[in-house]
């Protein structure tokens, strides 16, 4: 059976499927044995093409990169003179004891300010935004930073840091209990808690009275010696110990990234200044970096 073809109008048309055919004038003109599947598509206004999202120039700029990386480490010494200069809630139990060996050299500088809890929350997070601001405006400026800036703004930040007391984190008054509590008075940290030791001041530091001892053997092995000097000392070389396996991890990551060829620049600051890596991992002093520089290097050694 033969289908007649209808008259042509010239208007746009949509095949019915991958294979089918729209008519063309030709096709009418001699015939064709394929039913007519198209479907016109009358009325319909085509979106514009998008315009693609572009990052400012500015941001590409060296002013803008070196106004990054003196943004993260300002941040970082305002973080530090607030937290040094009275009881906070930046630095757990500060409320019940914070000893001027605690606090820091720079605990004068902001001396007789008192703010609020509330506002210091809120400042906190606002903090953190800017740097993370800061942090991304750097990462995106990075070819136009020396290596040198780059590296005395890592450094700048860490020492920083290892003036002030540890942050948010109680975890530095636990390493010393556990330590003492083995080293000093005999007592097995897995077996025993730090509320047997309630007579050694380290206890007033601690926050981990009644668990025992969450750490590996190793470390609390090397935590041991610790545990017979003044408790100001140990504090100070943990803090110390803790600022110099950052600086190197920092450096293994970079040199890894040269080995495998990349920038080391990108890197660093990808790694050393970021500000959650800043202020609680190296401003809390946490033993990570006891892992991390192993595990890194372990790494390093196979590129």
Known sequence: MRHESGPIDGRPVLAASAGAQALTPSAAAVGTATADTTIPLTGIRWLPRPKSLRTPQVLYEARAGRIALATIVGGVLLLVLYATHAPTILVPRSSQIFASWEAGPLRFVFQGVHVGTTVTNYSLSALILILLGAYGVA?????????????????????????????????????????????????????????????????????????????????????????????????????????????????????????????????????????????????????????????????????
Not at 165 to 185: E, I, K, V
């Open 139 to 303: 990462l995106t400026a990075l070819r136009t930073l020396s290596t040198r800036a780059i590296v005395i703004s890592i450094v700048a930040a860490n020492v920083i840091l290892m003036l002030g007391p540890p942050f948010q984190l109680t975890d530095m008054g636990n390493y010393l209990g556990y330590a003492r509590l083995g080293g000093l008075h005999g007592m097995n940290p897995y077996t025993h808690v730090i509320g047997q030791e309630m007579h050694d001041p380290i206890y007033h530091f601690a926050t981990w009275d009644n668990l025992h001892s969450p750490y590996g053997e190793l470390f609390t092995a090397l935590s041991y010696p610790l545990a017979f000097l003044p408790i100001p000392v140990a504090y100070w070389i943990v803090k110390v110990v803790t600022v110099m396996l950052s600086l190197t991890f920092i450096g293994i990551v970079c040199w890894c990234a040269r080995r495998l060829g990349r920038d080391p620049r990108y890197a660093a600051v990808l790694v050393g200044l970021n500000p959650i890596y800043l202020v609680y991992a190296v401003g809390g002093f946490h033993n990570d970096f006891f892992m991390l520089v192993p595990l890194t290097a372990s790494i390093a050694f196979l590129l």
